[in-house]
């Protein structure tokens, strides 16, 4: 069964195309690395999948409650303690438990350490913690390795590969080899839309100005 | 055949020039009658003196003030629903003749008022309302120019104009309970025509079309320059692009 | 929800003051009134209520421009824009948050900033009802102008010019609330027209707010 399915999605910034004609789908148990220069759409694609911006056109079908977000900033508030902002994200998504996501991330012995003391690092693992706590089965994750050494990586992978084994489902958009081997790999360069000359997508508005 | 195909930017365009002249032309032959025949053919009021004249500025003025808020609603409401771009840049072409619009007949109204009331300005419901609608044209126009993404800003713009419109109706009452003003009731309403003598009434008729008119030809002129506007916007990105 | 709204409670009271902040300022606004006007007793009190909701407005203005703009920048309003609670909901408790670090400080103060104006002694009670019923409204709509200027840099000024003339029914009313009631007047148009637009505001304006938001992260 797919947990997440993109079927002939076309996603825009700023009013202009980036990428069209893009099907893949997800299964539960399985790791999906989205590559890609810089610019080509990435961050577009994961904020349209998250619901923050509608497609141009395609589908995206998902179970409902499905998805956990993550974006470049991890939305710490640097006043809180470790704790007490994982414990807001927990609240949020009705889990309550917040320690096997502490132990997991290795962040036990700062757990009431306040982020704004965190190291980059530190905050990068409390942001992926987050998704731990959310409980749910598809992760949406961009660039989730920025500022982490090595060992954090290492300890990343293992968190999604925990993840994937119990069912749930992950989309990563990444420069960096994870070390997810059994991931597959998706290329997002040949999705790159056209410029319109070229037939590029026409619905588009500004077009319409042309 | 529908409306709607007027939404697209390069059918209006080709209608809005033609049709543009013909706005141009009859303004400026409803205004030049309107105002000459007002000003110069029309006796003086026995208790008002020459300052009636002002009328002929002031009573279409503050109608277009309030009407071009209005249509800015309805362009909004179009926008937001239908999603045609020409009816967002229409409303943000609106704006500015609306907002100056509304300090005519502040300015003309403070004229009158003088030599009425003996003062330049009174707190008195009307005037405090045009003053408080100044304020929600300046804001909106405010928005506009500070937003970079035109679908953004229009988005903004919308439901900026739709919650103002409520507190803008919501605060002309609250200003009517607040102060018992000396501002006169409407001169105008169809069926009271015994407020004003003909002689003064038709030549007014002509300056409310002229205003009308002038609206008109302004927005379509302002319209077409935004539309021009975001051509260019397009071009260059199409540029960028390739 | 509720765990938003302690969330931000906690927030401001850890960056220092929360609560104090708008109220250091709504004294200092109590302060400066006589140095404009003069000391006379009387002027003073003729303003006072007056001077007060001006006091309440511009406290609570100058607080809200930050309400969505830290999220904004952190990175955590997306976040909540993807959670499982509605948007609508976010922004309500914000607004709520906000009330209860400056508007409730407000109302609990001013009696004793009345005694600096010189409020009438009638004027009391109607203040403290008049500002509970009104200052809601006030973080309700401040929200919905810094929704609208979240993606800003320097969407403070705007905001204001944005927000302020919202107010002017609440003020109106609220004002006018207070007067009626010291002279012994009916209060009863003031008092419903108040609670309404304030009931209003509450019910509608986070759907507007909301869909602000949604446009700024799009």
Known sequence: MSLLAVEDLCVSRGGLPVLEGLSFAVRAGEALVLRGPNGIGKTTLLRTLAGLQPPLAGRISMPPEAMAYAAHADGLKSTLTVAENLAFWAAVYATEDIEPALERMNLRGLRDRAAMSLSAGQKRRLGLARLLVTGRPVWVLDEPTVSLDAASVALFAEAVRGHLATGGAALIATHIDLGLTEARLLDLGPFKAPPPEAGGFKGQFDEAFL | ?242 | MIALLIRDLRLAVRAGGGFGLGLAFFLIVVTLVPFGVGPEGGVLARIASGILWLGALLACLLSLDRIFALDFEDGSLDLLATAPIPLEGVVTMKALAHWITTGLPLVVAAPVFGVLLHLPQGAYLWLIVALILGTPALSVLGTFGAALTVGLKRGGLLMSLLVLPLYVPTLIFGAELVRRGAAGMATQVPLMMLAGITAATIAIVPFASAAAIRVNLR
């Open chain 2, 1 to 242: 055949m529908s409306i709607w195909e007027y939404a697209n930017p390069v059918k209006f365009m080709k209608t809005s020039s033609l049709v543009l002249p013909w706005a141009a032309g009859l303004t400026a032959i409803s205004l030049i009658v309107g105002l000459v025949w007002g000003f110069f053919l029309t006796p003086e009021a026995t208790n008002f003196g020459s300052t009636v004249k002002v009328i002929y500025v002031h009573v279409p003025s503050a109608m277009m003030a309030i009407n071009i808020w209005a249509m800015m609603l309805v362009t909004s409401l179009i926008w937001l629903i239908r999603r045609h771009h020409v009816s967002a840049l229409a409303a943000k072409a609106a704006a500015p003749i609306g907002a100056v619009m509304t300090l005519i007949a502040l300015i003309t109204g403070a004229i009158w008022g003088q030599p009425m009331w003996g003062t330049w300005w009174e707190w008195d419901p009307r005037l405090t309302s045009f003053l408080i609608l100044f304020l929600f044209y300046l804001g909106y126009m405010a928005l506009w120019g500070a937003i970079d993404n035109p679908d953004t800003a229009a988005d903004l713009t919308g439901v900026l104009c739709l919650v103002g419109s409520v507190f803008a109706i919501l605060s002309r009452y609250a200003v009517n309970f607040w102060n018992q003003g000396l501002h006169q009731g409407a001169t105008l309403s169809l069926d009271k025509q015994e407020n004003i003598a003909d002689v003064y009434w038709v030549p007014l008729l002509f300056c409310i079309a002229g205003f009308v008119l002038l609206f008109v030809t302004l927005v379509l002129m302002r319209t077409r320059t935004e539309i021009r506007a975001r051509r260019l916007k397009a071009l260059e990105q199409r540029e960028r692009m390739a």
